[in-house]
């Protein structure tokens, strides 16, 4: 691959980085119920500290993922460190996936009277994507794993 291409690929995933951040950062203070707090009662709201918490997972992996194409950079892509980055990837979407479960049953439990639809929906949405980049950083470590193990043996052969 070339470094152009990992180049882009890594710009892409610190321009995500910083939207989400910009987000974070911004939508909190638009939202319905802080509207009328002050700066600093908004970001004590216990669900924002907890959203906040629960992005820690989304950084880290977005951290292994630029850590991942610099392997790709450096030719060490059939290497057990990248095995264990694609396995930190996995853990941090399932933790990511954990915290979004806790959040849509808080917000049902919490917001009785008002109309949790919207946001069960956006949180399920996330839950089943987040599941499907699990079930595809789960087969992609396993065929590392497989290639790591082939080219061990072959490496023993020679």
């Known amino acids: 691959m070339k470094r152009s291409s990992t180049l882009f690929l890594k710009i892409v995933i610190l321009f995500i980085a ?5 987000i974070m950062i911004r939508f909190p203070q638009t939202e319905g119920r802080a509207a009328n707090l002050d700066l600093i009662g908004v970001y004590t709201d216990p669900f924002i500290i907890y959203a906040y918490i629960a992005t820690i997972p989304f950084f880290v992996a ?16 059939f290497s057990q460190t990248v095995i264990n980055t694609v396995r930190n990837i996995k853990y ?3 933790v990511t996936t954990g915290f979004l ?12 009277g008002d109309d949790t639809a919207g946001p069960t929906m956006m949180g ?7 599941i499907v980049i699990a079930t595809a950083t789960a087969i992609f ?4 794993q497989n290639a ?3 080219k061990l043996e072959n490496d023993l052969t020679v």
């Open 62 to 77: 977005l951290y292994q993922a630029i850590k991942l194409l610099d392997y790709v950079d450096k030719n060490k892509i």
């Open 141 to 144: 470590e396993k065929l590392l």
């Open 101 to 112: 479960i806790v959040a849509i049953i808080y917000i049902r439990v919490v917001a009785q």
């Open 18 to 22: 910083v939207v989400t951040l910009g």
């Open 148 to 150: 790591v193990d082939i």
């Open 124 to 130: 399920l949405v996330a839950i089943l994507i987040s």
């Open 92 to 94: 941090c979407v399932l």
